[in-house]
């Protein structure tokens, strides 16, 4: 993905350790650990091997089957032990630190990288879940995560990228809304679980809009360090709205959801330009009823076939198969182009 400087400098400020350090108490319980540079390396190389520490403690853990497969890929590589590549990395300090966290954090955690949770891996853990509860789980969610390497690789400065660890929280999808600010008016709100129905929409339409512009007005618009930006929050009781995450106003790196960017970015939307005055008055769009029938669910976009899953966990093998069939896959590819 080609990004801007400007666009950059938009992302930075929606680094989440930022909006942590700002939004602190309208935000869920967060601690946030500076990756340092061998951690990084380790976690943008494609190869998968767990670090030592994962399988010290195991004892702790609530390590599968699957998730030992990927521990013991590294014991492939013994008869190979001359290869860099391949030796078993270890970050004790570092692992350490992990542990420390999630034990404040009562025993599990929400991660991301400064920008997205890896929520395309969440097949990796045991409960295939987001639920990071043990050093595997922290390590493998961001080693399989195509979305958190990508943003590893963003920006390209020491002791930038950090973890961060939420206190895991079981969250309805009901309860959670992406709204729009451009230019500091807060324009739109749309539920985050979109296109799905939830028919309390409806009847709170008002509170939500209500609950969610007095939060902005009162703790986010004239504080944020931009003029235009998405933020995201979970409103899961009356007069109770917590922050969940901010992202910058731009089709590259936020889904619309509900609305679509050109009506965002147009000019049928009204905006004051006097900031202390105006009274924010964003459209809430939502599905109004039932008809549309069950919709996709996008979580189903990351899915791991459970067969795969089956297989890598019956499969003591599965690292030299798999190798046989992307060879296999790579030879047919040079046959189907041989054809045309
Ligand atoms: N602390 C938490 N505990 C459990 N689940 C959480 C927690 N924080 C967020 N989630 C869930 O994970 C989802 C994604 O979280 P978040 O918005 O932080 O990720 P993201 O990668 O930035 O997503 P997006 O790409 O859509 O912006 C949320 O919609 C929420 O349902
Ligand atoms: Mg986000």
């Not at 991660?111 to 969440?122: C, E, M, R, V």
């Not at 043990?134 to 390497?149: E, F, M, P, R």
């Not at 919709?295 to 076939?305: L, M, S, T």
Request: glycine fraction near 2%.
């Amino acid at each position: 993905m080609l990004i801007q400087q400007k666009e950059i400098s938009e992302l930075i400020s929606c680094s989440y350790h930022k909006i942590y350090e700002q939004f602190k108490k309208n935000c869920i319980k967060t601690y946030y650990l500076s990756i340092p540079t061998d951690v990084l390396n380790y976690l943008k190389q494609d190869l998968f091997i767990l670090p030592k520490e994962c399988n010290l403690h195991t004892g702790l853990s609530s390590q599968t089957e699957n998730t030992k497969f990927i521990g013991e890929a590294s014991n492939f590589s013994d008869e190979e032990d001359d290869d860099d590549e391949n030796v078993v990395p270890e970050f004790p300090e570092f692992s350490k630190q992990i542990l420390e966290i999630l034990d404040k954090l009562g025993g599990s955690a929400f991660i991301k990288t400064n920008w997205h949770s890896p929520k395309d891996a969440f097949w990796i853990t045991a409960g295939q879940t987001l639920k990071a509860r043990d050093l595997s789980d922290v390590y493998q969610l961001l080693k399989a995560s195509s979305i958190c390497k990508e943003d590893l690789n963003i920006v390209n400065v020491e002791n930038f990228h950090q973890i961060v660890f939420k206190k895991w929280k079981e969250i309805h999808p009901g309860t959670e809304f992406r709204c729009f600010v451009r230019n500091k008016n807060l324009i739109a709100i749309s539920p985050r679980d979109w296109p799905q129905y939830h028919e309390h929409f409806k009847t709170q339409k008002n509170d939500i809009i209500k609950d969610i512009v007095s939060l902005f007005k009162e703790k986010i618009k004239n504080n944020f360090s931009i003029d235009s930006y998405c933020f995201d929050v979970l409103r899961e009781t009356k007069d109770h709205v917590v922050i969940i995450d901010f992202s910058p106003f731009n089709e590259k790196f936020t889904a619309p959801l509900a609305f679509d960017w050109s009506y965002l970015h147009g000019d049928d939307i009204i905006l004051s330009q006097n900031n202390d005055e105006e009274d924010d008055n964003p459209e809430f769009r939502y599905l109004a009823n039932n008809d549309v029938g069950i919709q996709p669910n996008p979580r189903n976009n990351y899915g791991f076939p459970l067969d795969m899953i089956n297989w890598f966990k019956n499969n003591s093998n599965a690292n030299e198969q798999i190798q046989n069939l992307s060879e296999l896959s790579i030879q047919q590819q040079a046959d189907d182009d041989d054809e045309q």
